[in-house]
């Protein structure tokens, strides 16, 4: 089974993924800010990580840095998930190594559709 | 709704479209007639066929239109498209080096995603050299609301998000307001024209690829026989035409055969009967290729 982190301080957006990511045959594990997601990534890496993009302690962006120097890092697939929808910032992202972008708010045809561009389905 | 209901209904769409409306999707019909009542100030499904049948304030068109089925998405069949992406559109660029003309056609275009998807792809492939060249994708479609939608070529963000990374959607679209536009050198590829498939339809271009996908499974066997002769008439000999996912086009004896490893892509012949060619993946192992891979080189006699 394919495992997915999904590191976001909203506890309903947390709920939503969880739920359509589990549907999609997903083991899910739901953090609240980066630096839980970083302990979670230093156990075990998982096929599919998603990231909001500002959360408490250590932000999206942080995480996804630390995640590519990690050994076996640059295999995690990394979709941001934020309402944040400037062109400039999104590419910042991008430029930075994320695999896709998420614009909030999203649904189940959305998650699915990324995920089968990045062949996780 | 009532039976009888159900039965003038389907009768009514066999009549105007060829649609082989059967019992399962009695829900769906159900839903749409309901709110096209609601639409009308009417009370209700029972109230509307009254109308259509005494007076005409609500045409057959405007049902047929009703009832059209518009889900669509961008790059829709994603594994399919992709092979469209990297193997048929290049070959068919190879094939038309000499003209640097193109030609295709998407019959029940929709809202245009597919005809949107298709241009975006040949951009990515093209690059620079599109300029060179004089490509056109026209989109035809019956429903006037759903071709407006495409000719006004904007989407909502759950649209564009379906069948899209980010990339692409940064590279071919610009927000505006809370939708999304498609970027004018996508649009200048494309085209609309209102058009019922069982008509047809007077095109004078020979189209080197047309593309009917998720429209044979709804038409009667003899609207699909029909169409496909239509089809074969405005295709050069060796031109493509691409279905969908899990359409079945085994009962045409003549005109199409199957291109070998592809199980949406069929080629047109000559005009003289010829036996269907069951698809197999045989040559492409063959030819040391990865299964699933097609052989594919027909297109290069175009």
């Known amino acids: ?121 | 709704m009532t039976p009888d209901n159900f039965k003038y209904i389907q009768n009514l769409l066999k009549v105007h479209a060829g649609w082989d409306m059967s019992e399962d999707k009695l829900y769906i019909l159900d839903r749409r007639l309901t709110i096209l009542a609601r639409q009308k100030n009417l009370s209700g499904i029972k109230e509307l066929l009254e109308d259509i049948e005494t007076k005409p304030k609500i045409t057959s068109g405007e049902l047929v239109e009703a009832l059209a089925i518009t889900d669509t998405t961008f790059n829709r069949d994603y594994d399919v498209f992709r092979r469209l992406e990297k193997v048929v559109l290049p070959q068919l660029k190879n094939a038309k080096k000499g003209s640097k003309r193109i030609r295709i056609l998407s019959l029940g275009c929709s809202s245009g995603q597919e005809v949107y998807s298709m241009a975006m792809a040949i951009n990515r492939i093209w690059g620079d050299e599109i300029y060179d060249w004089d490509i056109k994708i026209i989109g035809a479609d019956i429903n006037k609301k759903a071709l407006n939608k495409a000719q006004r070529a904007k989407y909502s963000i759950f649209e564009v998000q379906q069948g899209m990374n980010i990339k692409d959607i940064l590279a071919n679209f610009k927000p505006i307001g809370e939708d999304w536009e498609v970027n004018n050198s996508v649009k200048k590829l494309v085209d609309f024209r209102e058009c019922n498939i069982i008509d047809l339809m007077t095109f004078l271009d020979k189209f080197d690829l047309v593309a009917c996908r998720n429209v044979l499974k709804y038409l009667c066997e003899e609207y699909k026989s029909d169409l496909l002769k239509k089809i074969h008439n405005f295709q050069p000999v060796g031109g493509l035409l691409y279905v969908g996912k899990n359409e079945d086009l085994s009962s045409i004896t003549s005109g199409y055969k199957r291109i070998n490893g592809f199980t949406c892509l069929y080629q047109s012949t000559s005009n003289a009967p010829e036996k269907n060619i069951e698809a197999t993946n045989k040559d492409a192992i063959e030819n040391g290729l990865e299964k699933d891979m097609p052989t594919f080189v027909r297109p290069e006699k175009l």
Request: proline letters at 2%; a negative charge; aromatic letters at 4%.
């Open chain 1, 1 to 121: 089974m394919k495992k997915c982190i999904i590191a976001d301080d909203a506890r309903v957006v947390r709920m939503v993924s969880a739920k359509i990511l589990e549907n999609l045959g997903f083991e899910v594990v739901e953090v609240e800010d980066g630096e839980e997601a970083l302990e979670e990534l230093e156990e075990k890496l998982p096929d599919l990580l998603i990231l909001d993009w500002k959360m408490p302690v250590v932000d999206g962006i942080d995480v996804m840095r630390r995640v590519k120097k990690m050994e076996d890092g640059d295999k995690v697939k990394i979709i941001f998930c934020s309402a944040v929808c400037d062109l400039e910032k999104i590419q910042s992202v991008l430029n930075e190594g994320a695999d896709d972008y998420i614009i909030k708010p999203f649904d189940h045809d959305i998650i699915q559709s990324k995920l089968t561009i990045l062949g996780l389905l």
